[in-house]
């Protein structure tokens, strides 16, 4: 069973960066997409990056020239940074994986993040 856990919320400054980290437990190779989706207080859940199956990154429109993600297979984790985060950027950011083969979607269970000064 694969589980995601994600750590390193916490209050952000407007303008200041967030870096978020993915743990996966269980096998990570099984995982052929992953991504990074937040949602804001009374909104629907939105993408802020994930891979597709081409290999590719695609971006979500409010967070497009401000987001890094990557994967460490080696030590199961999926990664994100966020910079230059604005006040709409409060709200649960979730990981999300993606099982090559059975196409199987595992959520975390979120991380709060609240951009304020």
């Known amino acids: 069973q694969v589980q995601l856990v994600e750590s390193g919320g916490g209050l952000v400054q407007p303008g200041g960066s967030l870096n978020l980290s993915c743990v996966v437990s269980g096998s990570m190779f099984d995982l052929g997409r992953m991504g990074w989706y937040r949602q804001a207080p009374g909104k629907q859940r939105e993408l802020v990056a994930a891979t597709t199956n081409l290999g590719r990154t695609v971006y979500g429109d409010s967070t497009k020239g401000r987001v890094t993600i990557a994967r460490e297979n080696g030590k199961n984790t999926f990664y994100l940074r966020l910079n230059n985060l604005k006040p709409g950027g409060t709200g649960v950011y979730y990981c999300?994986?993606?099982?090559?083969?059975?196409?199987?979607?595992?959520w975390g269970q979120g991380a709060q993040v609240t951009v304020s000064t």
């Open positions: 999300r994986g993606v099982a090559g083969c059975t196409g199987g979607e595992y």
